[in-house]
């Protein structure tokens, strides 16, 4: 397993004016790992993807990927040389373009040559199962399919380490059963993920360890079974009713606010058509 992808989050901190999203925080993450990052909603999650990824400084401490310090480095040197890749909340695609020119693009990042690119972009529809869709503009896909989308854009670009801000919320039980086996792949190719997710059966089907975090601060690392056992998971999420962790009260809190941002979506894209 290359040593290429390990993730050491380095006692990293960060603060909004008073408030602190992110506590001291300290992960390892050795590489071909599934890392799960949970917590409650406002936890720090995703300001901590993003100091991660490197689209956000944070107030103090290092990320370090491999052997690269990468703390401050621009976005595409995070991708050619640590090979690191992201996807966001929510989908983020070029909407006109149809998904061949959406994965070519991000397969242009690494891949220099036309011929090289061209065959990896060919190589990913294929594997996802795109290719009956290649020619479509990106927004007119369901929803689970501009995920698929977004999967393959980081695929194309032959990572070492793929950082996901929760992938399967807003997808059906089935399409969350083909993102699992999507992230399996990964994994087999020895690709180091760093999973933020509500998702609990999700985590349970692909994590081999968890950080959870509340208030910003980690309040328990471990194997899922470890950490949804833990009674301070418990109180983060329930209020201290020691009960197992309900897959559904979290699941829901999740999928309830991306179904208001679908309806958002959707009502910019109406706009968008009634503007042309
Ligand atoms: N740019 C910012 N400026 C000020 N406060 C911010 C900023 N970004 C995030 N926050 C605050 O930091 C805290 C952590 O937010 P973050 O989005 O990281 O949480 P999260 O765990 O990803 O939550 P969710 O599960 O809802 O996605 C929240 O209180 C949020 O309001
Ligand atoms: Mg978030």
């Known amino acids: 397993m290359s040593p290429g992808g390990s993730v050491q989050v380095i006692g990293i ?13 300290h992960v390892a993450i050795p590489a071909g790992a599934i890392h799960g990052i949970i917590g409650p909603n406002g936890a720090g999650k995703t300001t901590l993807l993003n100091i991660i990824s490197g689209l956000q400084r944070p107030t103090s401490g290092t990320v370090q990927v491999g052997e690269h310090q990468i703390t401050g480095w621009p976005g595409h040197r995070l991708v050619t040389k640590a090979r690191m890749v992201r996807t966001f909340q929510t989908v983020r ?19 220099r040559g036309r ?17 009956s869709h290649a020619a479509d503009p990106a927004t007119s896909l369901s929803y689970g399919l501009q995920r698929q989308v977004e999967l393959a854009r980081v ?3 032959d990572p070492l380490v793929v950082l996901l801000d929760e992938p399967a919320a807003g997808l059906s039980p089935t399409e969350r059963h083909d993102l ?13 993920v760093v999973l933020v997710e509500h998702h ?10 968890c950080t959870v975090l509340d208030f910003g601060a980690v309040i328990s690392s471990g194997t899922p079974q470890e950490v949804t056992r833990d009674p301070a998971v418990l109180e983060a999420y329930l209020g201290g009713s020691h009960h197992a962790v309900a897959d559904d009260l979290v699941i829901e809190s999740a999928d309830e606010r991306v179904a ?13 058509v009634g503007e042309q």
Do not use: K, P, Y
Not at 13 to 25: E, I, K, M, N, Y
Not at 116 to 130: C, K, M, S, W, Y
Not at 180 to 192: D, E, K, P
Not at 200 to 209: G, K, S
């Open 260 to 272: 208001d941002e679908r309806v958002a979506d959707e009502r910019v894209a109406d706009e968008q």
């Open 200 to 209: 609990m059966d999700l985590v349970h089907a692909v994590c081999q360890t």
């Open 180 to 192: 699992a086996q999507t992230l399996r792949v990964m994994n087999g190719r020895g690709i180091t």
């Open 155 to 157: 695929l194309v670009a």
């Open 115 to 131: 011929q090289q690119r061209d065959r990896r972009t060919a190589e990913v529809i294929a594997e996802l199962g795109l290719e």
């Open 93 to 111: 695609l070029f909407g006109s373009m149809t998904v061949q020119q959406n994965i070519e693009i991000a397969a242009g990042t690494v891949h």
């Open 13 to 25: 901190t960060q603060r909004f004016g008073g408030l602190t999203a992110v506590d001291d925080v």
